[in-house]
């Protein structure tokens, strides 16, 4: 069977027209999550978060992070006294809305900060926001967590 240039034409567009749409049906199956939902307050609060960035400048190197029996420990210079410490440990996982999780710093017997992590699997920025001595202190860290 001989075609001619106009069926050929007529079979491309409509070839490009099929394609066209399955990658409409694909894109609107898309799960799409916002990763904050509640953005524009903390956009509101950025002054006061680089404010505790440079407060945790000095000694950000000092701080150490270890991973090991299924939990995750985190050891303050020694200036810091453990007891008087106040904040909150946040594991944020940009890929999935509901992977994050937050935690109360809270020193055991030793004076380490140590936050279970069996549930927790993959890449994940450590978001440390304390006080110490009525001044505030903020510091991130990315770690994987296998």
């Known amino acids: 069977m001989k ?3 106009g069926t050929k034409l007529a079979l491309a567009m409509a070839a490009f027209m099929i394609m066209i749409i399955i990658f409409a049906v694909l894109m609107m199956r898309e799960n799409i999550q916002l990763v904050e939902k509640d ?3 903390k956009g509101q609060a950025f002054q006061e978060l ?3 960035k440079t407060n945790t400048v ?3 190197e000092e701080i150490k992070y270890t991973i090991g029996q299924g939990q995750l420990q985190i050891m303050f210079p020694v200036f810091f006294e453990p007891e008087q410490i106040k904040g909150t440990v946040h594991f944020y996982n940009r890929m999935e809305e509901f992977g994050d999780k937050t935690f109360e710093l809270k020193p055991d ?3 380490f900060f140590k936050f279970p992590l069996p549930e927790l699997h993959g890449r994940y920025i450590v978001k440390i926001d304390w ?3 009525n001044q505030g202190y903020y510091t991130e ?3 994987v967590i296998e």
Request: glycine content about 4%; aromatic content about 28%; overall charge positive.
């Open 131 to 133: 006080t110490f001595n």
């Open 50 to 52: 680089i404010q505790k």
């Open 141 to 143: 860290k990315t770690i």
């Open 39 to 41: 953005y524009y307050p």
């Open 109 to 111: 017997a030793n004076g």
């Open 58 to 60: 000095p000694f950000e």
């Open 3 to 5: 075609w001619n240039w």
